[in-house]
Structure formats: structure tokens, C-alpha cells
């Protein structure tokens, strides 16, 4: 039977475990990956997952009576291993539970409920430290993600339909995040730096569209080239991995939009304020770009960003230009490639 893997973390840290997908699909053949319902659909075309099971641990599967009605389907399965790389105490009960012969997690989860106990790496980025749980070495797989051809034709009706068209050199923009803190404030800007020499694109969801709608209007009356779209909740998650997939390059928080870009190989301007790349989010790619304040003697203040500036000032993103930014996408040559 396939072996499960057992990732419910944020969006980005599913992406950024695909290439642990990857080498447990090499080794017993495709996976099942339970997931929530958001990553479910990312990860369901994924050549390394046999199925994505969806876990709503917050909706109609949350608390105790939903973990083990869930753990009673995956019994049903007859799994013969799980892989928990999300080192919660939840992950770790759902395996136990779902009485999985032999479970595999990291030493700094929750070991009691594991049969077998791999070292956690300490350094390195997030892709190699979740390869470890395999025991693969740093860099042997690399994330990917597998829009399909619907995916790919609706991301170019939402071009289309803003003006942009097939083969058009296009920046995207994501300037969303969960966490308040790492919201870069001058994308607006950078967007009005921007337009008149290739159209920008807003990416990112629902709630979203509020950030988009302000790019947009700060690039007022653009035609042709001089052109912003916002696309923020227009899009499901893989559509939205298809549109950045087509552009020339995106401009990023320390978000989840930057492992997707990863993922679909496009080339990354990384903003980062609250947090640092050295702690094994930021870009993994030789020429993408991880931008930060390293004067600034509060930063970091957060392994993740905490909602609100704790002092108050917000410099670590504020002091951050938008001039800064820019000659980052130049100097990128990623714009002059697409020419």
C-alpha cells in the first residue's frame, strides 16, 4: 500500500515539501498526502501523490471528534508507513491513531507517538531540512508544482482579459501575507515605477483585493505597456501558480507566493523585514534576490512575523525603497531576458 505523508501546515511549507514528496515517491512509488483543503487542490496533480486527502482542521474536521474520524478512514487505508514532517502534536496523534505500523517524524516533534526518529537539521533551508526526514541529501530534489492545462488556459483568460496578452513580459506582484509584520507598505509605488515599462500583475487571494485595488489605482490610466491588473481572488491556487509561472519575475513578501514561484521556476525579488532568509525560507535559486535591513539592531524580531510591529515604527520594511527594489529587479536581468 502507499505511504502517507501528513503535511497541515501553512501554504508555503506544503510547497516547500514537495520535494519530499518527490523522493518518497521515488522510493515506494506515489504518495497519499493529507493536507488542508486550500493545499489539497495545489498538491492533487502532483506526479509524486497518488491522492490528497483533505483535512479541515479548523472547519468541519476540527477538534477531537473530526481527528478521529478522520484517523478511522486512514486505518481503513492500511498504510504501511507516515512520514510527519509537521512537527505537531495533532500530526503526530492522527498517525498514532490511525494506527500506522511505522511512523517517521523529526526528534523535536513529538517522538513518543513516533516508531522511528530522525535528527532535525538546524541549518539550512526548509526544502533540505524536510528531505532529511527521508535521509536525502541537501539539494537532491527541488520543489515543483503541476498546474493543468485548465489551470493554464483560465491564467491566460485573466491576462487577456486585463490586456495582457500570450507572450507579454509581465511583473507579478504579490504584496499579501497572514502576518501583518511582512507586509512590504510600497508596492503601490513600485508598481507606478514600474508600469510604464511593463505591465504589472497582482496576485494573491480573496483577501487580497483590497492591496490589489490600491496598486491599481496608484498606476491610474496606464494603457499598453503602462498597465496593472489585479487578479487577487480571481484565481484558484493553481491558476494563480500558472499566472506566476508565466511572469517574468515576482516581487514577493516572505510569503507563500515566493515557494510557489520556486516552484513553478520563475524569478524571485524577495522582501524581508521581521524575519531572515537564514532561517530557511528565502530563495533557493542562484540569481533570485532576498532583500533585507541588516542595520536594524530589532531585526529579527520573529521566526515568523509577529501581526504588528512590536515597537511600533516598522522600519525593517518601511526604510526599505522602493528605489531599493527596483534596481533588484534590474539587476536581475529577468526583464531583459523576456524582451
Request: charged share 20%; proline share 9%.
Amino acid at each position: 500500500m502507499s505511504s502517507l505523508v501528513i503535511q497541515t501546515a501553512f501554504l508555503g511549507d506544503v510547497v516547500l515539501t514537495t520535494p519530499l514528496l518527490t523522493a518518497l515517491a521515488a522510493r515506494h512509488g506515489p504518495v497519499d498526502v493529507v493536507t488542508t483543503p486550500a493545499a489539497a487542490a495545489l498538491v492533487e496533480t502532483h506526479p509524486a501523490v497518488r491522492r490528497a486527502v483533505p483535512y479541515d482542521k479548523r472547519g468541519r474536521d476540527r477538534g477531537w471528534g473530526g481527528l478521529r474520524n478522520l484517523a478511522r478512514r486512514l486505518r481503513a487505508e492500511g498504510y504501511e508507513r507516515a512520514y510527519l514532517p509537521h512537527r505537531s502534536l495533532r500530526t503526530a496523534a492522527l498517525a498514532f491513531l490511525a494506527r500506522i505500523p511505522e511512523r517517521i517524524g523529526f526528534h523535536d516533534g513529538w517522538p513518543f507517538f513516533y516508531t522511528v526518529v530522525r535528527p532535525h537539521p538546524a541549518e539550512g533551508h526548509e526544502v533540505d531540512r524536510l528531505l532529511a526526514l527521508a535521509q536525502q541529501p541537501a539539494a537532491a530534489y527541488a520543489p515543483s508544482l503541476h498546474p493543468t492545462p485548465e489551470d493554464e488556459r483560465a491564467a491566460a483568460a485573466a491576462l487577456s482579459a486585463g490586456g495582457i496578452m500570450e507572450g507579454t513580459a509581465f511583473v507579478a506582484i504579490a504584496p499579501g501575507s497572514i502576518w501583518g509584520s511582512k507586509r512590504w507598505p510600497h508596492y503601490a509605488e513600485l508598481a507606478r515605477r514600474l508600469a510604464p515599462a511593463v505591465p504589472v500583475v497582482v496576485v494573491g487571494g480573496p483577501d487580497d483585493a483590497g492591496l490589489g485595488e490600491e496598486i491599481v489605482r496608484a498606476v491610474e490610466g496606464g494603457t499598453g505597456r503602462s498597465k496593472a491588473v489585479n487578479v487577487c481572488g480571481k484565481l484558484t491556487l493553481r491558476q494563480s501558480a500558472a499566472l506566476i509561472g508565466r511572469a517574468a519575475l515576482l516581487v514577493t513578501n516572505d510569503s507563500a507566493p515566493l515557494h510557489v514561484a520556486t516552484a513553478m521556476g520563475t524569478p524571485i525579488v524577495a522582501v524581508f523585514g521581521p524575519t531572515l532568509p537564514e532561517f530557511g525560507f528565502g530563495p533557493i535559486r542562484t540569481g533570485d534576490v532576498a532583500l533585507g535591513l541588516s542595520e536594524l539592531d530589532c531585526r529579527p524580531c520573529s521566526r515568523h512575523g509577529p501581526p504588528r510591529c512590536p515597537l511600533g515604527h516598522h522600519r525593517c520594511m518601511r526604510d526599505l525603497t522602493p528605489e531599493v527594489v527596483a534596481a533588484a529587479i534590474e539587476e536581475t536581468g529577468a526583464l531583459r531576458r523576456r524582451d
